[in-house]
């Protein structure tokens, strides 16, 4: 008797983002209450988690293999979809967004970040120090006072790479202790966080290998801004 083939196992299927990752995002902004979320928890699962998840880990390889300096494990990277609601004003329970952080060394109290952010109207690629502590921001403006042709030599670097320091958080004016500055830096001095920020269109985060070239180049595009953080702070 012939022996009988053997069943060839079916490759498991790469979670992938697509419509549906936006759509229940979207969604999930009109239903903020528990009983919808755990009707709908399947296709958050399929759609929104695993895919970010396996985001994340093709991220980390790519990175390592470039040298590029940011890593995370996929189950601590991933940001959270419940939001921490114990001291907010804003009980809404769920946050209307999918994302993941990487730092240097993988834990999130590493000085300088790698994030990405997928929203329903957005999808957005941010880097940097965002919100440092107050120690560490009075020590970036120090340094950029000092020596501020170090600061726009990096400030250089980034915009040949299409970047500049998003100023949507900045004083009205500048803080006290820097009566004299230079006026090329008196913008920089007003800031309350030093990133970048770089917008993705849905077409390429439905595509894993676009997504993760447009990660990569955009990580390298950011170094400038890291490198002179990391030399400041530390």
Known sequence: ??????????KP?????SPDTLKFLKALGFHQNK????????LYETAVKAPMLATIAATAEAFAKKGIPFTGEPRTAMMRIHRDVRF?????????HAAMMLTR??????????????????IV????????ELVDLATFRRAIVVRPARFLAMQAALKKGKLTLNTSETLTRKPSGYPDSDPRIEQALRLKSFY???????EVVFDRDRLVKALCAYAKD???????GWQVLE
Do not use: C
């Open 13 to 17: 299927v790469d979670p992938q983002f």
């Open 88 to 96: 907010a004003k804003d009980k809404r329970p769920y946050n209307t």
């Open 35 to 42: 009983a919808w979320f755990e009707e709908n928890r399947a």
């Open 1 to 10: 008797m012939p022996a009988r083939p053997r069943a060839v196992p079916a």
């Open 105 to 122: 060394d993988g834990s999130r109290q590493s000085r300088g970040r790698f994030y990405l952010g997928i929203e329903a109207d957005e």
């Open 196 to 202: 970048t920020r770089r917008t993705l269109k849905p």
């Open 125 to 132: 690629m941010a880097a940097g120090f965002w919100q440092p």
């Open 222 to 228: 950011t170094l400038p801004l890291h490198e002179f």
